[in-house]
């Protein structure tokens, strides 16, 4: 933007903040200037600013005149602002200037209102959450994020009497009673105020208090009623709008730079003005310094925790506020107020630390906590191994004999007692008051539980109850109780409680409706059924349907079912078998009673024969895989089974191995070869669905046994199509098919189109199997037959663009890309990089496009310096750490000194020559 656009657009803008203070001004002028403010984010704050920067009053048109006269407005341009402002001509109302209240009517509309404290020199910047660690917040910074309005920078309200009055502050002095005046004053530059009639007052310096006392004493000499007894004329001074403030904040925050404040701002206003420091920035140590001295240092730590405001004291011009980086990150977790994130001062402890985090809550295991901490990097034995845990006593620490020194990135983990409970049992079920209950000599024993539960209910069931006892592994043990016996003092029953023990009553409604028994196995409908008093194995039996039926029992074992019933520990089970013809007929255990849970297990007939009989069928076969073996099944079946043959499959004969016997884990194989055409030597003839028939046919006569296995040859004489891709820089990309054996590289190049204008064929790669063969298919297109080899199914062909750039990689000065100068040699690439380094390989690797790779010698009295082509990659290899501490070798030092006496006697040569002739 030139000086004359900048010149208009700030002498609109002090227009338009002028006229804000004036009744008559134009609203269509007001909101052009203010569409202007809007295009270049300007607040009316921050334009009134710019105007004071630039050495303006705005409230002053006289000055307005020369600064748009400057700046190449016209004088009838001017005049139009003016007029439509109601400030044509010299003698318009300026800030200095008086009016008398008895002569000015004083409505709403004349009220100035006074401005924010914080006008920015930039834009403030936009506050955003203050990032976490590992799901743990840095304390102390969310307190930025949404400022409240209580906490930023506020409008001038009232100023107390110890305020010192300086240059650019504005001021009323009203005057009422016998006399009533106004004055809308401004300080000047040299610290005066200007009242008609008195004449020019000097008032910087004084507080307000100062000033009041000071203004009635000089007005008096004109306004005797201003100490007159009784007094008639009363006056009164308040501050309008503050002076500004120039203020650097510096360091740790995200826009350093100059901000303008009002002078009565405080250190605590500024840094809530500028959104607060950044998580890297301190919170413990924030700097005022003033005339290159530290004023005071604030710490936000004791504001935010106990509510002392360090802050509070008033800035002055070009003050600086530095907030220095953070010293540590100290993080704690666990069972404290706050976990978060944590800044510590020198000298503060984990006590400190833990009172910052709100204390230790009431579950906070108190015996240790550990520390997962950042292993200095001089100090790790396995550079792979980066931290460490360390375990300190929390008792200690809290005192003043702890060994624990905090350390920044400390992970302080703090941890949760458990839940469990000493000298406790439990008791549930069906009593009056089930719960848990303190182990003590009152309550020792099942029956002394019982009674402190205020003993059972009416519908208990008597007959059983369960304990289940936690062990000290954890584990848990199940103990049936005789809830009967127990009542009556059997002493076997009344057994000794534990701790943890838990004693469970069930009603008698609990045992009809959860205890069951169950029937399982080789019948008809397997199922559970509620238990009953006098349920028998013969009612069980009958449940199951069925079994009382002829075809029924001839499906299922008659010489033996189980019965299988839960030990009284609850997890162990002991089978009974019985006869279950015997039980059918009413005979044997058919009149037992059956208990909760018990079961009985039916077994299917099939118990007496070979189960698990399998044939398997492999090679070229659309489902090879393992088959279940049926009586009578042939080939044909297990053809049809295995979804049929696949187009390579050689049909002369089918090879079958067969164990000769199958039981013998041991037997040797015995092979057959089975034909399924006419010819079995015919490898002419190859798959068909119009033959499948008179295959199967074939197949059908040849009958299988268990443990066959089968395999379908492939046909030697099929062969499929094969298929190699092109890719990149040729005219058709895409998948070839090899039209014989024998075709060549350059052969399916030219039928892809050739290459592009851009291919560039020395760069190509031809890959076979994931690997690179290194070959240049430049030299293969121009007829060279080394190069032009023969293709394989599944190859890749892909031609790069021409790069025009050599790749210069390792241990150089600056790797990256040169550009590719033809001709041009190793040497040359080097120096474009920076050389080699001091630690490198005497050897550099130079891999040409073409992918051959060569050791380039580029150290002692004989070097090499091959030619580079197009897109090769050289790479400066470093020595290994054992191989760079070794001494030279006599050899090498010769070699090394020999180059040394050639340079110098190089140079002496060249000195000779060009000075001495």
């Given amino acids: 933007m030139n000086l004359k656009k900048l010149g208009a657009l700030v002498l609109g803008t002090i227009f338009f903040v002028t006229a804000n203070s004036y009744s008559t001004y134009n609203i269509y002028a007001q909101s052009s200037v203010q ?114 309005d209580a906490f930023r920078p506020s409008a001038i309200g009232a100023v107390d009497d110890g305020y010192v009055v300086g240059p650019e502050d504005e001021m009323r002095l009203v005057m009422w009673g016998a006399t009533e ?276 209910l009416g519908y208990t069931f008597l007959g059983k109850a369960e304990l289940v006892r936690t062990n000290e592994d954890l584990t848990k043990t199940f103990i049936s109780l005789d809830l009967e016996s127990i009542l009556n003092d059997v002493p076997q029953s009344n ?58 029992k001839e499906r299922v074992f008659l010489e033996r079912a189980d019965l299988i019933r839960r030990n009284e520990d609850g997890r162990s089970t002991t089978i009974t078998p019985f006869n279950l013809q015997e039980v059918l007929e009413g005979n044997g255990i058919a009149n037992m009673l059956l208990e909760p849970f018990d079961r009985i297990r039916i077994y299917a007939n099939t118990v007496k024969e070979i189960t698990n009989q399998l044939v398997q069928i492999n090679g070229s076969i659309k489902n090879p895989d393992v088959y ?92 499929p199509q094969q298929f190699v891709r092109v890719t990149g820089e040729v005219v058709y990309p895409g998948t070839y098919t090899l039209l014989d054996e024998n075709e060549k590289l350059s052969n399916i190049l030219r039928r892809a189109g050739g290459l592009t204008f851009e291919g560039y064929a020395q760069g190509g790669k031809l890959t076979r199997n994931g690997s690179q063969v290194v070959i240049d298919i430049s030299k293969a297109l121009t007829g060279k037959v080394v190069d032009d080899i023969e293709l394989l199914p599944g190859d890749e062909i892909f031609i790069p663009r021409i790069p025009n750039t050599i790749l210069v990689t390792g241990n150089v000065g600056l790797q990256g890309l040169v550009k590719y100068q033809p001709g041009k040699k190793v040497s040359y690439y080097l120096e474009r990089v920076g050389g080699m380094q001091r630690n490198s390989e005497k050897n550099v690797l130079l891999t040409q496009p073409d992918g051959s790779t060569w050791e380039v010698k580029r150290k002692g009295l004989f070097k090499d310096n091959p030619k580079v082509f197009d897109g090769a990659t050289i790479r400066v290899l470093m020595k290994p750490e054992e191989v760079r501490r070794e001494t030279l070798s006599p050899r090498e030092f010769l070699q090394e000194t020999t180059a040394l006496l050639t340079g110098a006697l190089t140079v002496i040569l060249l000195v000779d020559r060009v000075f001495l002739n």
């Fill in 181 to 456: 005046l106004q004055y809308e004053i401004a300080v000047d530059t040299e610290g005066r105020i200007f009242i008609p009639s008195i004449g020019p007052i000097t008032v910087a310096g004084q507080t307000i208090k100062e000033l009041r006392e000071y203004l009635k004493l000089r007005l008096s000499k004109s306004y005797s009623g201003l100490v007159r007894d009784p007094q008639t004329i009363f006056m009164d001074v308040t501050l309008t709008r503050l002076r500004p403030i120039r203020v650097f904040v510096i360091g740790e925050l995200e826009n350093p730079g100059g901000y303008s404040f009002s002078s009565y701002s405080s250190l605590f206003n500024v840094l809530y003005g500028v959104g607060g420091p950044t998580v890297n920035g301190s919170l413990r140590d924030i700097r005022l310094i003033r005339n290159n001295e530290i004023v005071t240092s604030f710490d936000l730590y004791e504001f935010l925790l106990k509510g002392i405001d360090s802050g509070s004291l008033r800035l002055q011009n070009n003050d600086r506020i530095f907030i220095p980086r953070r010293k540590n990150a100290i993080s704690v977790n666990g069972p404290v107020a706050r976990p978060g994130i944590y800044e510590l001062k020198d000298g503060e402890d984990f006590s400190d630390l833990i009172t910052y985090a709100g204390n230790l809550k009431p579950q906070a295991y108190g015996k240790r906590f550990n520390v997962n901490r950042i292993i200095p990097i001089d100090e790790r034995k396995d550079p792979s191994v980066g931290r460490v845990v360390l375990n300190f006593n929390l008792e200690d620490n809290l005192k003043e004999n702890g060994n624990y020194k905090p350390t920044d990135g400390d992970e302080i983990s703090v941890f949760d007692i458990s839940d469990r409970l000493e000298k406790v049992v439990y008791i549930s079920g069906a009593v009056y008051q089930p719960g848990a209950y303190e182990l003590s000599d009152e309550i020792r024993t099942v029956k002394d539980l019982i009674i402190a539960a205020d003993s059972l």
């Fill in 628 to 719: 279940e073996y049926s009586r009578n099944m042939t080939l044909g079946d297990l053809i049809y089974a295995s979804g049929g043959f696949t187009e390579d499959a050689f049909l002369g004969e089918v090879e079958v191995t067969r164990l000769v016997k199958p039981e013998d884990a041991n037997s040797k194989s015995v092979r057959f070869f089975v034909p399924l055409i006419t010819d079995p030597n015919d490898k002419e003839e190859f798959y068909s669905p119009e033959i499948l028939d008179s295959i199967i046919i074939e197949a059908n006569k040849f009958e299988l046994k268990s443990r066959d296995q089968i395999f379908i040859r492939k046909n030697p004489k099929f062969e």
């Fill in 35 to 148: 569409e202007e403010l809007s295009k270049r984010n300007l607040t009316l704050s921050q334009a009134r600013q710019l105007a004071r920067q630039a050495g303006i009053n705005p409230d002053n048109p006289d000055e307005l005149r020369r600064f748009a006269k400057a700046n190449g407005v016209s004088d009838e341009q001017i005049d139009v602002w003016l007029k439509e402002m109601g400030m044509a001509g010299n003698d318009s109302n300026s800030s200095g200037q008086i009016q008398d209240l008895r002569d000015t009517s004083v409505s709403s509309l004349d009220i100035v209102e006074t401005e924010p404290a914080l006008v920015a020199i930039q834009p403030l910047p936009e506050v955003t959450p203050p990032p976490t660690n590992d799901g743990l917040p840095y304390f102390g910074y969310d307190i930025f994020q949404n400022v409240p």
């Fill in 495 to 552: 057994i000794v409680l534990q701790r943890l023990d838990e004693v469970r009553i069930v009603s008698r409604t609990e045992i009809e409706n959860e205890y069951t028994v169950s029937i399982e196995g080789a019948i008809d409908n397997p199922s559970s059924y509620q238990w009953k008093t006098n349920f028998k194995v013969y009612d069980l039996l009958f449940k199951g349907k069925g079994l009382f039926d002829s075809e029924q």
